[in-house]
């Protein structure tokens, strides 16, 4: 069950100093390392109203480079609702499609205080929506049916207990081989 954490309202930043600059980079770190497009501060146990987000050069029109996004909110939402297959950092190997706005504005601040306000359409308005659903302790699966939720929790538990079995033979396993 994903850490409860991830279920807290994050709180607002009020000032933009080293710790938050050090707090970006490790966010980036992670998102780079796990890999991920997207990242907010509460999965790396931080409960800060704070994102990073990279689609990289693959994806064309993303000019943004690496995003650090201070306090971001939606500000516009577009009628019009696309779906994308969404995953999680936090739900490791879980993977349904999710409906949301196809467009949207967000407002925020850069790591220089300043009010930026970025208007975004396919995988970044998804990936905005998703990491901002973190900072108000919203996962991707609360959209799904209760069924499907149920299969979820079926599904990690399984994952969780395979795990489990992994780690018992492998250390059965390098305790032979002392
Ligand atoms: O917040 C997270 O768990 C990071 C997600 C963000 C994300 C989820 C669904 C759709 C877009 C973004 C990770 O980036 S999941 C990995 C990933 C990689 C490429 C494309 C979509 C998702
Ligand atoms: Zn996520």
């Known amino acids: 069950m994903p850490d409860p954490v991830l279920r807290e309202a994050a709180k607002p930043v009020t000032s933009i100093g080293k710790d938050i600059e050090r707090l970006f980079d490790d966010m980036l770190e992670t998102m780079y390392a796990a890999p991920g497009i997207g990242l907010a501060a509460p999965q790396v146990g931080q409960s800060l109203r704070l994102v990073t987000i990279d689609l990289g050069e693959k994806e064309e029109g993303y000019t943004h480079g690496a995003l650090r996004m201070v306090n971001p909110k939606l500000v516009w939402q577009s009628e019009e609702q696309s779906v994308y297959e969404e995953g999680c950092l936090s739900i490791p190997g879980i993977y349904y499609e999710v409906t949301r706005p196809e467009k949207i504005k967000v407002e925020f601040m850069d790591i220089k205080g300043k009010t930026q306000i970025i208007e975004a359409g396919g995988l970044l308005a998804t ?36 795990q489990t079995a992994e780690q018992a033979s492998a250390r059965a396993h390098s305790q032979q081989n002392l």
């Open 127 to 162: 990936c905005v929506q998703h990491e901002i659903d973190h900072l108000n302790g919203i996962l991707f699966t609360d959209y799904l049916s209760k069924l499907k939720q149920g299969m979820v929790l079926r599904k990690m538990k399984k994952l969780k207990e395979e």
